[in-house]
């Protein structure tokens, strides 16, 4: 197992792949909540949050920045927001959560990476 663990790792490519997968989850939480389709906010909020802890197992270096930027502070908000299916809310908490993103990005030696609104919708789902 400890010779495996190396290779699975560079197979799957650390932490890159989790930031896609929640990139593709934020987007589509966006387009869920401002669509009105809340349900399929709440799902992508769930799966993005799985797929970000399942992404720190293995990298727990990130751990701190993680939790104390975006899944303590940000998150819990953002949560609430999709729960009262406020849009005005969510808008507000989304900002909020998208400045969370990229200031954990900044902690991460990652600043040339910022968090914008997304433009495009990737999935069909309505």
């Given amino acids: 197992p400890e010779t ?5 790792q560079r197979q799957l490519r650390g932490f890159e792949t989790t930031m896609a997968e929640v990139a593709y989850r934020y987007g589509e939480l966006y387009f869920g909540a401002t669509g009105g389709n809340w349900d399929y906010a709440a ?3 769930t799966t993005l949050e ?3 802890r399942h992404g720190l197992e ?8 993680a939790e104390n930027l975006f899944l303590k502070t940000a998150w819990p908000p953002l949560l609430d927001a999709i729960g009262k299916k ?11 959560l998208r400045a969370a993103c990229t200031s954990c990005h900044a902690a991460e030696q990652h600043a ?13 789902v309505e």
């Fill in 58 to 65: 293995p990298e727990p270096a990130r751990r701190a920045n």
């Fill in 112 to 124: 040339f990476i910022r968090i914008g609104l997304p433009t495009v919708k990737r999935n069909p």
């Fill in 43 to 45: 799902h992508m909020a």
């Fill in 86 to 96: 406020d849009p005005a809310l969510f808008k507000e908490r989304f900002e909020t």
């Fill in 50 to 52: 799985g797929a970000l």
């Fill in 4 to 8: 495996r663990m190396p290779a699975i």
